[in-house]
C-alpha cells in the first residue's frame, strides 16, 4: 500500500475570468490544505487563492497561484477542473503541444487565459460535431446518469472556460 502520509492540496478552481482579478469582492477560488497521517486527514486551513497576495491587491491571483503551487511542498494536489480535451481532439504530437498551443492563443486584455469560445473553437479546428464531446472520464459518468461538462462545450454551464483556465497555467 501506498504511503500516503504528507501535505495535499485541494483547488476549486474557477473559469470566470473575473474571479481572477486582483480584487474580487466575493472570491471563488479557493485552496484548501490537508495534512494526512495515517488514517488521519486534518484539514489545516481553507482560504481563497486571493490571500497569497500578501496584501499588495494588485498582484494576479493566476499567477499567485501557479507561484504557490510551484514554491508550496505538497505530495498530491487535487483541482476540479480538467486538464485535457477529449483523446479525438489531441495535437497528433501529444499533450505538450495542447499546452503550447493555449499558450499561444490571445487573451483578451486583463485575462490570463483565453476565452471558453476561442478556445474550443481553436482545439475542435472547425469541426462541427459533436457539440459536446466528453473525454472518457466524463463517458464514463454521464453513463451513471452524472450531470457532466464536455472540456469543449462552451455554451451555459460549458466546461471549455475551466479547461483553457487549466491548460493556461503557468
Known amino acids: ?29 479557493w485552496v484548501a490544505k490537508v495534512s494526512t497521517d495515517g488514517e488521519r486527514r486534518t484539514l489545516q486551513s481553507v482560504f481563497p ?6 496584501g499588495s491587491a494588485t498582484a494576479l491571483p493566476f499567477l499567485l497561484l501557479a507561484s504557490f503551487l510551484h514554491a508550496e511542498k505538497f505530495k498530491g494536489a487535487g483541482i476540479d477542473a480538467p486538464f485535457s480535451v477529449p483523446f479525438e481532439f489531441w495535437p497528433s504530437d501529444g499533450h505538450g503541444t495542447l ?12 485575462r490570463q487565459f483565453p476565452r471558453a469560445h476561442d478556445f474550443a473553437e481553436t482545439i475542435r479546428r472547425g469541426r462541427s460535431e459533436p457539440k459536446k464531446p466528453l473525454r472518457a472520464t466524463e463517458e464514463y459518468w454521464n453513463r451513471r ?21 487549466c491548460l493556461a497555467t503557468p
Open 49 to 54: 487563492v486571493h490571500e497569497l497576495d500578501n
Open 1 to 29: 500500500m501506498t504511503n500516503l502520509d504528507g501535505n495535499y492540496l485541494g483547488i476549486d478552481f474557477s473559469g470566470n475570468h473575473l474571479m481572477w482579478r486582483p480584487r474580487v469582492a466575493h472570491p471563488n477560488v
Open 145 to 165: 446518469k452524472i450531470n457532466v461538462r464536455s472540456t469543449l462545450w462552451s455554451g451555459p454551464r460549458g466546461g471549455a472556460a475551466m479547461t483553457a483556465a
Open 99 to 110: 499546452w503550447e498551443s493555449v499558450a499561444t492563443m490571445s487573451r483578451p486584455q486583463g
